[in-house]
């Protein structure tokens, strides 16, 4: 009896925070985040009011923007599904996809056109899991100076997910690659405005072919959200979330390299170290961007954060070596003159995130400039310059952070 | 005794409202199935600061993205902006009337002007 009451009232009291906590949350949503974009704008608001997302920094409603909030970074290796950052070039993207009747194609240079349905994929096909960073080309793009036109994003337009799914060599296989084919060209379900140039990229046949490119159909243990690609994703570890196509249903296999605006005029960098170049610089041969590179973040202090001296300050953060796992990860307290070692955590991958920590002792009070630096295992360090290209693409100059000890 | 059923009555409705950390990403149960989904996607205001050409803006950017595009853009000038506007046109198909296209120059270069 008593029993009975308690959950009722409890039923209806859950019901009414339920609604409440829906008709306050947008108001009750609208802080700000400074993202410390030189020369601004640099404020930004963050929003809860998108489908599938919580706190998110709201960088444009359409089409969709959205920055993963920075301190999601401290709390783990994998971004959660609800806070992975989201980017479309085009508003067009369909708000309903139906699980049952989509269908991935896969035609043009094969023996065997395929039509595979999601239940299709899972029942014919080997699943396989990896750990991979899935990172806008133009991430941090904000911080480039002098500023290029853009996303303005800050340093959020990346997150590390479980992708789980299959091979795309095993779907091709399945197709039947012919001799003379030289490319793979993916496309999903958005479209772009009227005979604008819809948004789709290629791989070469070869690194289609490598058995580490995955079509996903899981993210962290669960499909993905539509904003990040329901029902089908490609997954192409270690390169830049350009080629990571969202919704993805159409594969073409090509005997000719793709000369679509995305391969041959847009997402291009300088064919040059660590894809720097001059501003104004003209005659520099451009390439498509490619594989990544390594970087590494603070994720436990912040800018102006007052720290105690004369004792171990835990200091800790992420890192992501590119195109390959993480070497080692250093940490200075005096500006970049020496560096000590960090401890690293547990290898979930090679191409995601991997935690660190050092604790460093800041031997007296006064301003400390606190330094992160990531080697990848193929020798690749970050650099403490910072490149620039028109198109600000591929940020990874060292990280600091600015702390004051007392 | 009756709080203890109550703090288990409460979890569930606290996990729902998202109150509290969800577990750690894990592993599916095989085999893996779908639901169909369905969102509905935030237009976006058609808010810009007042500025000469203002409706010049409004009425020939907003069919592709919203006003943050524009907004969040850093300092440009009338050179870098004009650019930009050639490339909505010529690249990106944007049916930008083109009697507009000098009220819309003089909005991008006032609005910036105006912040600093």
């Known amino acids: 009896m008593v029993h009975h009451l308690m959950t009722r009232r409890f039923v209806l009291g859950a019901g009414a925070m339920g609604g409440l906590a829906l008709l306050t949350r947008p108001s009750l949503a609208r802080s700000m985040v400074d993202l410390g974009l030189p020369g601004g704008p640099s404020e930004r608001e963050i929003i809860t009011d998108f489908p599938e997302k919580a706190a998110m920094v709201l960088q444009r409603t359409r089409g969709p923007l959205l920055e993963t909030p920075f301190d999601v970074y401290d709390k783990g290796v994998f971004t959660p599904n609800d806070q992975f950052f989201v980017r479309w070039h085009w508003a067009f993207i369909p708000n309903a996809v139906d699980a049952d009747s989509f269908t991935l194609k896969v035609h043009g240079q094969v023996n065997q056109p395929l039509s595979l349905s999601l239940k299709d994929l899972v029942k014919d096909f080997p699943r396989v899991e990896l750990a991979a960073v899935n990172q806008c080309s133009g991430n941090s793009r904000g911080f480039f100076q002098p500023r290029v036109p853009g996303g303005e994003w800050g340093n959020g337009a990346m997150g590390n997910a479980l992708w789980a799914g299959v091979r795309l060599k095993d779907v091709l296989d399945r197709a039947g690659v012919k001799a003379g084919a030289v490319q793979a060209r993916f496309s999903g379900l958005d479209q772009a405005f009227a005979d604008a140039p819809r948004f789709i990229k290629s791989l070469d046949i070869d690194h289609a072919r490598d058995g580490e490119v995955m079509i996903a159909y899981a993210m962290n243990g669960d499909q993905l959200p539509l904003l990040n690609g329901f029902p089908l994703r490609l997954i192409v570890p270690g390169w830049y979330s350009t080629y990571w196509i969202k919704m993805l249903n159409d594969i073409e296999v090509l005997d000719q390299p793709d000369d679509n605006f995305w391969m041959a005029k847009a997402y291009k960098i300088p064919d040059t170290p660590g894809a720097d170049m001059k501003p104004g610089e003209t005659g520099v041969p451009m390439v498509p961007i490619n594989k990544m590179v390594p970087r590494s973040f603070i994720t436990n202090l912040r800018s102006g954060d007052k720290v105690s001296a004369n004792e171990p300050l835990l200091t800790r953060g992420i890192a992501f070596g590119g195109d390959c796992g993480v070497s080692k990860v250093d940490v200075s307290i005096d500006g970049g003159k020496t560096w000590l070692p960090a401890k690293l955590g547990e290898d979930k991958g090679k191409y995601g995130f991997r935690q660190w920590q050092a604790e460093p002792t800041l031997p007296a009070a006064g301003d400390y400039r606190l330094m992160v630096r990531c080697t990848n295992e193929n020798g690749a360090v970050q650099p403490d310059t910072p490149n620039w290209n028109p198109g600000g693409y591929m940020r990874n100059v060292i990280e600091s952070v600015d702390v004051v000890a007392g | ?116």
């Open chain 2, 1 to 116: 005794m009756s709080h203890a059923i109550m703090s288990r009555a409460i979890l569930p409705a606290l996990l729902l409202l998202g109150l509290l950390p969800l577990p750690a990403p894990g592993h599916a149960a095989e085999p893996m199935t779908f639901k169909s989904e369905s969102i509905q996607l935030p237009f976006g205001s058609s808010d810009f600061p007042p500025g000469p050409g203002v409706d010049a803006v409004k009425k020939n950017c907003l069919l592709c993205h919203s006003p943050r595009m524009i907004l969040y853009q850093p300092t440009l000038t009338k050179e870098g902006w004009t650019k930009e506007v050639d490339k909505m046109i010529n690249v990106f198909k944007a049916p930008v009337v083109k009697e507009d296209i000098p009220a819309i120059l003089d909005y991008l270069t006032h609005f910036q002007a105006a912040k600093e």
